[in-house]
Nanobody, 121 residues
Framework: QVQLVESGGGLVQAGDSLRLSCVAS????????MGWFRQAPGKERESVAA????????LYADSVKGRFTISRDNAKNTVYLQMNSLKPEDTAIYYC??????????????WGQGTPVTVSS
C-alpha cells in the first residue's frame, strides 16, 4: 500500500506564502495522478488541486485559481502545493492523495495524514 507523508503546514499571516510537500512511497509514483484536498473545521473535505501522471493535466478549485500551484517531481516521488496570497479562508487541514489512475478525475483512494494550515488575518 502506498504511503503519503505531508509536510510544510503551519501558522502564517494573510498574504503570506507556504509550500506543502508530499512524499510518496512505492516505485510507480509517475503512473498516478496526485491531488491536494483540504478540510476546514465543520466543513466537508474539498478538492484543491490535482495533477495528472504526465504532469500535463491540471485541475484547480475556483477558490484557489491564480494563487495555488500544484507540481510534481517524479524523481523524488514528491508532489508540491505552492500557496501564495493566502487568505484566512484557506485555513484547513491539507491532505495529499493519490489517484487510482493517471487521471485528475480520480478516484483518489490513498491519503496522507494531513498537515494543518492556519492563516491569520
Amino acid at each position: 500500500q502506498v504511503q503519503l507523508v505531508e509536510s510544510g503546514g503551519g501558522l502564517v499571516q494573510a498574504g503570506d506564502s507556504l509550500r506543502l510537500s508530499c512524499v510518496a512511497s512505492g516505485r510507480t509514483f509517475s503512473s498516478y495522478a496526485m491531488g491536494w484536498f483540504r478540510q476546514a473545521p465543520g466543513k466537508e473535505r474539498e478538492s484543491v488541486a490535482a495533477l495528472s501522471a504526465s504532469g500535463d493535466g491540471l485541475l484547480y478549485a475556483d477558490s484557489v485559481k491564480g494563487r495555488f500551484t500544484i507540481s510534481r517531481d517524479n524523481a523524488k516521488n514528491t508532489v508540491y502545493l505552492q500557496m501564495n496570497s493566502l487568505k484566512p479562508e484557506d485555513t484547513a487541514i491539507y491532505y495529499c492523495a493519490r489517484s487510482s489512475s493517471t487521471s485528475v478525475r480520480g478516484p483518489f483512494n490513498s491519503w496522507g495524514q494531513g498537515t494543518p494550515v492556519t492563516v491569520s488575518s
